[in-house]
Every structure is written in C-alpha cells, then in structure tokens.
T-cell receptor, first 118, second 106 residues
C-alpha cells in the first residue's frame, strides 16, 4: 500500500526540541520531493518546509526558518524534521506530504500531533 | 512570499453550483491546486496544475484561473461535498495555502 506514516510527536516544553519522522511505503522516496505541512486544530493548513528528491534543495516558511531543519534518508525511505526552539505557536498536527510535479501534494500522512506547553 | 485569500465560508443548496474563489498577487503565473478536507481526515488533492482532476475525483469538481484569481467549481453539489477546501500555489522556493473555505450544503 502506498502510504506515509509520521511519528515522533508529543508534548514538549517551550524552548525544547523534537524530531519527527515520516516513513514512506509502497513507493521510492527518492523519486519525489517532500514537504511538511502543519495544521493547528480547527485552523487552516500551513506549509512549513520542503526538500527536493535528494535533500540538495530545501526551503522553509518564515515562521520556522532558522529553527527547523528538513532532511531525508532515501536509503531508509524516510523524511525527517528537526524542530528546535519550539514555542506554543508550534502546537499543531504535523503532516508529511509527497509532492507531485510543480508542487502539489498528492499523498498525505495522517499526521503526528505536537503540543508545546509548560 | 505571497498570500492567498479565500472566503471563510460558502453555502450552497444540494444540486446547485458552488464556486470558491482564491485570490493572490501574481497567482496567475503560479500552478494552483485545490484540496478537500473532511473532519478528522487528511487533505485530498482534487485539482492540480490549475485544472487537472486526479483519477477518482468526480467530474463535478473543476478548476479555472483568470488573472490573479483561481476558482474551484462544484457542479451539482452533493451533501457529501460538505468539507473544508483549500487552494495552494507553488513557487520554486515556497508553497502557500489559502486560509480555507468551509462549504456548507444545506
């Protein structure tokens, strides 16, 4: 089955760090660009980071630039998001998403929730 | 970066046509996609590259772009179409989502 499964979410104190993982199955990760997209409960979608097929080109949204790092291990068919200096505003459900040609998201994971709270 | 603006809500009667606009500076020069998200579920792409419908998406969904406005049209809206809809645009260094539109079928 073609799917993405995220893990690594949880509760963390402000200023803390977390690393999210996204494991792909049913397809080769290195055939695709990938992104992380988050959603605050009851709110809209926010793109936060993308990586091209080999990690050689990465991009970040303004709200996470300098704090989050996207990277991938194609040999493990896995995408990661290292999140540092977390704040309460980072509380959300984090999805990984596969990118089709010209940047649309054709496959989404179910997401992993992060709560930043003291 | 650029922003995309959608109306927060749209209401339509069953069987009628629903239109959801998405506006943004220079949107016309960027590929636009649309997503449907039902409560408790992940988004699903219903239109990509302005007007292409993925396999399995009903023909009643269509997309168009004119100037700086992209529009999602749902013809013959059904109760099952009640959901949140998001537009999204792609640029080589960024991806941007609209704020989302809650479609109510009543």
């Amino acid at each position: 089955e073609v799917q993405l499964v995220e893990s690594g979410g949880g509760v963390v104190r402000p200023g803390g760090s977390l690393r999210l993982s996204c494991v792909a199955s049913g397809f080769k990760l290195d055939d695709f660009g990938m992104s992380w997209v988050r959603q605050i409960p009851g709110k809209g979608l926010e793109w936060i980071s993308s990586s091209n097929w080999n990690g050689g080109n990465t991009n970040y949204g303004d709200s996470v630039k300098g704090r989050f790092t996207i990277f991938r291990d194609n040999a493990k068919n896995a995408l990661y998001l290292q999140m540092n200096s977390l704040g309460v505003e980072d509380t959300a459900l984090y999805h990984c998403a596969r990118e089709g040609l010209f940047g649309y998201f054709d496959l989404w994971g179910r997401g992993t929730p992060i709560t930043v709270s003291s | 970066s650029f922003g995309l603006t959608q109306p927060p809500s749209v209401s339509v009667s069953p069987g009628q046509t629903a239109t959801i606009p998405c506006s943004g500076d220079i949107l016309g020069s960027k590929y636009t996609s649309w997503y449907q998200q039902r409560p408790g579920q992940s988004p699903v792409v219903i239109i990509y590259q302005h007007d292409i419908r993925p396999s399995g998406i009903p023909e009643r969904f269509s997309g168009s772009t004119s100037g700086n406005t992209a529009t999602l049209t749902i013809s013959g809206t059904q109760p099952v179409d009640e959901a949140d809809y998001y537009c999204q645009a792609w640029d080589i260094n960024t991806r941007v989502f609209g704020g989302g539109t809650r479609l109510t079928v009543l």
